[in-house]
C-alpha cells in the first residue's frame, strides 16, 4: 500500500511539473512593438538615470531593434514550419546584418548617453549576453534530452 501512494504521488509530482513547464512556453510576446518600446525605455531609465530628452532620443532606436527581432523571428518561424534550412550564405547575411544593426545601436545610444551612463549599458548588455549564452545552452540540453527519447 505505501508503494503504491509513493508511484502515485511520483506520477502526480510529474504531472504537475511537465504542465507548469508547459504553460511557461505561452509566454510568449503578446504585447504591442509599442508596449515592448515603452518597457524597454523605463528599465533603461531606472537603470541608466535617463532625462527625458534622452528617453525620446533612444526611444526610436529601441523601438526598431524590436521590430526588426519581431522581424526576424516571425520569418525564422515561417523558414522552421516550411522546414527549409539555411544556406550558408543566407546565414553569413544574417548575422552580419544584425551585426551592422548592433554596431549601429551601440554608435547612437553612445551619442546619446555621458560616459558614466554608457559604461552601465555596457555592463547592462555583458551582463544580458551572458543571461542569453546561458539561457541558450539550456535550451540545446534540452533540445538534445528531447531527440534521445
Known sequence: ???????????FAFTFTTQAQKKRGDR??????EQQTTLAVK???LVLDLSNKQQLQIKPIVM???TDRKDFLEKRKTAKANKEKLTSDEVFAIKNK????????KNSI?????KE???RFEKMQKNR???AKHKMKGKKRGNKSQQNK
Not at 500500500?1 to 506520477?11: A, F, G, H
Not at 510568449?28 to 512593438?33: A, D, M
Not at 553612445?110 to 555621458?114: E, Y
Open 28 to 33: 510568449g510576446s503578446k504585447l504591442t512593438i
Open 98 to 105: 544584425q551585426l551592422d544593426h548592433q554596431i549601429i545601436m
Open 43 to 45: 528599465k533603461m531609465t
Open 129 to 131: 549576453m551572458k543571461m
Open 64 to 66: 526598431s531593434k524590436i
Open 110 to 114: 553612445k551619442n546619446i548617453l555621458n
Open 117 to 119: 551612463q554608457f559604461e
Open 1 to 11: 500500500m505505501k508503494n503504491l501512494v509513493s508511484i502515485l504521488v511520483l506520477v
